[in-house]
């Protein structure tokens, strides 16, 4: 072997240590194994992870320095690039996508069918994006719009036998799991406002715009401040119903779901916090015995929100419930009810309706400006 091409073998050799070093420094401890998950794998590797190449190659195709590693549902994920071509699925989700100003970055959604109106504000974004399905994720859709990332999460689109990480991992699809459904797959202590800001910063380091993201998400964080701090000292706490749903029995929201967090914030008392799940179905007699006082109206779909009050109110058993009697109804739509960046606003209306004794600010959301978002 001549000189020149010994040293070459030995660059290339050296190279591939130091990229193996790098991969093996994000690695869990020896010993520290993550707890097991009903339906997950221990860890959801990122999909597609590449070989070493030479940092110039490696800028092209898009690879992280250091792989970005995130704690999803419980469980670290590993993101070995900065994805190009991305998939959301459900209203609320892409709002928050858009709401970082990724809507560039999209190439396609699902599970935003006619009865979910994404905000007006997104609509000409939106517009923009092509429907891969308006019900439950597509697999062949997204493989055809070579998505390489899916944000979408439990009962969001991902499902035990349908479309799950594991399986877009497989075919080399990278994804992330919304906080609020990781109930469904782990114990969680409790659900918050901040959940939903902790993954919008999450996604942000998954794209590599968190510089450009942290003015938006400090917003929200600002909102939620201030309101805990125009609530500090409430004692009152009265009692809401959630009512999403269901004739026979309704759908409603347990101590998980995103409306507990907007509750628990705007000073009030949801009366099925204690059912461990985000959105359970309830029963009519606890209704009655646990009198609410306020009632929460989910508007999507049919009936609509009228006519969802006007059901309450003509069911003989509810008469004597305060809420009906006193016409105490809070609307909300789908994408304000589950996690997303309306969800601060929200709970500032909730506690000025509950707490009319108390100034409390009312923030819009925060959108981003169209020309910003297009950039």
């Not at 093996?24 to 997950?40: F, I, L, M, Y």
């Not at 092209?60 to 994805?83: E, F, H, S, T, W």
């Not at 919008?200 to 701090?229: C, G, H, M, T, Y």
């Not at 015995?289 to 006007?310: L, N, V």
């Amino acid at each position: 072997m001549s000189v020149s091409a010994s040293r070459q073998t030995l660059r290339a050799l050296a190279a591939a240590a130091a990229a193996a070093l790098v991969l093996a420094g994000c690695d869990q401890p020896a010993g520290e194994q993550p707890p097991s998950r009903p339906t997950q794998a221990a860890a959801v590797p990122m999909a597609g992870a590449a070989a070493a190449v030479p940092a110039g190659d490696a800028l092209a195709a898009g690879l992280r320095a250091v792989p970005l590693v995130i704690d999803v549902c419980g469980q670290p994920q590993r993101y070995d690039r900065v994805p190009q071509r991305a998939i959301t699925h459900d209203v609320n989700i892409t709002e928050m996508f858009l709401f970082l100003g990724l809507g560039p970055k999209l190439v396609g959604y699902s599970g935003i069918p006619s009865r979910k109106e994404i905000s007006p504000e997104l609509m000409a974004q939106l517009a923009q994006v092509p429907k891969l399905s308006s019900q439950d994720m597509n697999l062949e859709n997204m493989l055809e719009a070579r998505a390489d990332f899916v944000f979408g999460g439990w009962s969001y689109g991902f499902r035990p036998g349908g479309v799950t990480p594991e399986l877009l991992a497989k075919h080399g699809v990278a994804s992330y799991v919304l906080s609020e459904s990781c109930i469904h797959v782990q114990k969680r202590e409790r659900v918050a406002l901040g959940d939903t800001l902790a993954d919008l910063r999450n996604v942000a380091r998954i794209f590599d715009i968190e510089p450009q993201a942290q003015p938006q998400i400090a917003k929200l964080q600002a909102s939620i401040d201030q309101l805990a701090a125009q609530m500090q000292g409430n004692t009152q706490q009265p009692r809401v119903f959630v009512f999403d749903s269901g004739e026979k029995i309704p759908t409603t929201v347990g101590g998980f779901g995103m409306p507990q967090a907007m509750i628990d914030a705007a000073g009030g008392s949801n009366i099925f916090a204690d059912i461990a799940s985000n959105w359970p179905k309830g029963n009519w007699e606890d209704v009655i015995t646990h009198d609410p006082e306020w009632i929460i109206i989910i508007d999507y779909g049919r009936p609509s929100a009228q006519g969802k009050i006007d059901f309450l109110r003509a069911k003989p058993e509810l008469a004597g419930v305060s809420a009906i009697r006193e016409q105490r109804f809070f609307v909300i739509s789908y994408a304000e009810a589950t996690p997303g960046p309306r969800n601060v606003n929200v709970a500032q209306r909730l506690a000025a309706a509950l707490h009319p004794d108390r100034r409390i600010t009312v923030d819009p959301v925060p959108w981003l400006p169209a020309a910003e978002s297009k950039q």
